[in-house]
T-cell receptor, first 115, second 111 residues
């Protein structure tokens, strides 16, 4: 199993540009989520999904969209990039959602810089 | 939302036992408390989870009192490779269920 994969690893955007961060998992996990981690800070939840076709907002959803058309894929779209969105983005998956006892598996992260 | 509090940083020496405590309130009644480890430029990695009392695995122990308002991660005989950031993770008791991450404790192990 590849686990959780994210592309790209690095990205530089200009203010106002849009892009999609890709996330895929091959573990047949129901739950997938996107986090951002600013330098020296903890993780903040952006959006999450409890299964194909079902998504919901996390703590910091503004400026981001998600969709979940398949169990495997959970892309994150930046609609109009802003410097405040400069961060490292992590995708994670786990077997279940409503229970922190299920181990979350994290991807390697995408480092995004918005100039 | 549930709220968590962890020390920002801690120092220790190789071979010592290290205890990191996370305080948490309004956590989901039937949910586990989980701890993760993160190295620079990597995603977090699961360490251990527990519901009440004490849990031990091959790398750590977790102590949770009966009121579940805190949890303590114990790392026995730390080495330089244990230098990392450690996060507690809890479930929120509110109707809009979410998982709440602590801000992380940066642990530095010295030789």
């Amino acid at each position: 199993n590849a686990g959780v994969t994210q592309t790209p690893k690095f990205q530089v955007l200009k203010t106002g540009q849009s892009m999609t961060l890709q996330c895929a998992q091959d573990m047949n996990h129901e739950y997938m989520s996107w986090y951002r981690q600013d330098p020296g800070m903890g993780l903040r939840l952006i959006h999450y999904s409890v299964g194909a076709g079902i998504t919901d907002q996390g703590e910091v959803p503004n400026g981001y969209n998600v969709s979940r058309s398949t169990t495997e894929d959970f892309p994150l779209r930046l609609l109009s990039a802003a410097p405040s969105q400069t961060s490292v983005y992590f995708c994670a998956s786990s077997k279940r959602s409503r229970d922190s006892s299920y181990e979350q598996y994290f991807g390697p992260g995408t480092r995004l810089t918005v100039t | 939302l549930a709220k968590t509090t962890q020390p920002i940083s801690m120092d220790s020496y190789e071979g010592q036992e290290v205890n990191i405590t996370c305080s948490h309130n309004n956590i989901a009644t039937n949910d586990y408390i989980t701890w993760y480890q993160q190295f620079p430029s990597q995603g977090p990695r699961f360490i251990i989870q527990g519901y009440k009392t004490k849990v031990t695995n091959e790398v750590a122990s977790l102590f949770i009192p009966a009121d579940r308002k805190s949890s303590t991660l114990s790392l026995p005989r730390v080495s330089l490779s244990d230098t990392a950031v450690y996060y507690c993770l809890v479930g929120d008791r509110g109707s809009n269920y979410q998982l709440i991450w602590g801000a992380g404790t940066k642990l530095i192990i010295k030789p």
